[in-house]
């Protein structure tokens, strides 16, 4: 009878490694939120790691509340440690273009963001609407990964907000922030920072062929005084590694590191006190617009993730004033 109890234990131990997600030794992240935020790409994470959506995917889902609330758990439990990405793009969850697309949703919920969030989850992917204008969903209604599949109904974009090429952002004392009619390189984008004003831009080719279209300005924070930001032109040669976690030399850490210079010079986010901290240090935050940093170029999280995404290595930077 004992040696048929310790068989049964035996079992059951050996069924509850093959189902229970590989666990690590290490402690949740109890700093990021307990409910999926909406920049989290449930459908994006399950495609991108296969090894996660075999686990947490499919009937195993509804242990953890669904399929969004599993893959969040596997996130926020292990995925962030493990520098695993979020979501291909900063603010994958468009609210403004899908109010705009799908009037018979902003007749219901407006523009609130969370609400126009909780309907795509619930009824909108499985519709195959889009939750912003390039999105290509991967999962077909049922939840199975299919690679591609395309929506049921024609999409159009919103209005784009991006200036013409004549026009140029001036700050308040009218400095210019970027220049125009910067001969094309090769390079899709061209990133220009301004240490004066420290506003970071990120323009593409006009019209004429030339840097002349401003894709995005951005408040940073460049070197303070004794760690200037070099001036130059440089080139961005490496992402870190999905954009995870980088320990900074003042015993901070950071995500969404780009570097451009030798000698640890890089783009990345504000910075966080500890390893997986939901929020970043408020004075960094607070000081983008000003020189604040140790040489490197911070941005805001959600800046310095939709450059991380955007830019491929060989991106040409530009640093000057």
Known sequence: MKNLKMFILAAAIIVLAAVTPGMKAQAANTSLPDTTPLWFDAEYYATRYPDVNAVYGGANAATYGGFDAAMWFHYK????????????????????????????????????????????????????????????????????????????????????????????????????????????????????????????????????????????????????????????????????????????????????????????YMFHSVCFTHKGDLLPIPEEVAALGSKASLGCVRLSVEDAMWLYNLVPDGTLVTIGN
């Open 77 to 264: 439990n292990y995925g962030v440690n493990e520098s695993r990405v979020p979501a291909a793009s900063a603010n994958w969850f468009d609210a403004a273009y899908y109010a705009a697309t799908y009037p018979d949703v902003a007749a219901v919920y407006g523009n609130d963001a969370e609400k126009l969030f909780r309907h795509y989850i619930l009824l909108g992917r499985s519709e195959l609407r889009r939750p912003n204008a390039a999105y290509v969903h991967t999962m077909a209604k049922d939840g199975t990964i299919t690679g591609t599949v395309s929506a049921t109904q024609p999409v159009t974009p919103a209005a784009s907000t991006t200036p013409a090429p004549s026009q140029v952002t001036t700050g308040a004392n009218g400095g210019i922030y970027y220049p125009t009619g910067v001969a094309f390189n090769g390079s899709p984008y061209y990133i220009l920072v301004d240490r004066t004003y420290n506003v970071c831009n990120v323009v593409t080719v006009g019209e004429d062929g030339t840097y002349s279209q401003l894709v995005r300005s951005m408040l940073c924070s460049t070197g303070r005084a004794g760690h200037g930001t070099p001036s130059g032109t440089f080139s961005i040669y490496e992402h870190t590694a999905g954009g995870g976690w980088v320990y900074m030399a003042d015993g901070t850490w950071a995500v969404w590191g780009m570097r451009f210079r030798t000698g640890g």
